[in-house]
């Protein structure tokens, strides 16, 4: 699509699963790609990176594989195995019911692990057009989506790779103060119908929920 002087769409990696169906990580479907940008000339230029994790639930219930295990395949995936289940009996944890008022359902979960878009690109909502569009690929089938907003500038990360991208990222320039950011995040991904969890760092959508339209969400 057409923002400004670009044309964006999403390029995914590859990936491979082997044939047995009692490995808990073969329901853990990890994706990373990047955001390209395309000018008049058709010349590309890089313009974010994502990162996200479709488990499949269902598939790994009906294989008898351990759906905590699953989530444990992932530190950022185990996580959310409490915010979404009461303990190992795979309720719904009351948490969820509540936040959407006792409608919740039982089902896959897609979690939309990391985006980032260059500071040439900001100030135009281009990061919830791409989770929209995320949302729309790979959340077939998914009850509920899942993000843990936080602030990248107050991330730690080591190596010298990803030190590289972040110096890209500008991210120095964004606001030090924890409790402002973590609010605004909160505010802008309410956009595309997250809820706050209370008492949890996660925000949730019910999967069949109807997402904005790209043109209310362009600025």
Request: net charge negative; hydrophobic share 40%; aromatic share 12%.
């Amino acid at each position: 699509m057409l923002i400004g002087d670009y044309y964006f769409h999403l390029r995914f990696d590859g990936g491979e699963s082997a044939l047995e169906d009692d490995d808990p990580s073969h329901y853990v479907h990890s994706t990373h790609g990047t955001v390209i940008g395309l000018d008049k000339n058709d010349n590309e230029t890089l313009v974010g990176k994502f990162h996200i994790y479709y488990l499949d639930i269902c598939a790994a219930v009906n294989a008898s594989a351990s759906v905590f295990d699953m989530f444990d395949c992932h530190a950022v995936t185990l996580d959310y195995y409490g915010a979404i289940f009461t303990g190992d009996s795979l309720d719904i944890s009351d948490k969820l019911e509540k936040l959407f008022k006792f409608e919740s359902a039982w089902g896959n979960v897609l979690i939309l692990e990391r985006l980032e878009i260059l500071p040439a690109f900001r100030g135009r909502n281009l990061g919830l057009i791409v989770m929209r569009r995320l949302i729309e690929r790979f959340g077939s089938g998914a009850a509920y989506v899942a993000i843990k907003p936080f602030p990248l500038q107050k991330e730690y990360i080591g190596s010298r790779e990803e030190d590289s991208w972040r110096t890209e990222l500008q991210l120095s320039n964004l606001d030090k103060n924890y409790r402002r950011a973590i609010a605004k995040l909160h505010r802008h991904y309410r956009q595309l119908g997250f809820k706050t969890m209370k008492g949890t760092p996660f925000m949730f959508r019910m999967g069949n929920d109807a997402l904005p339209s790209t043109d209310d969400l362009v600025k």
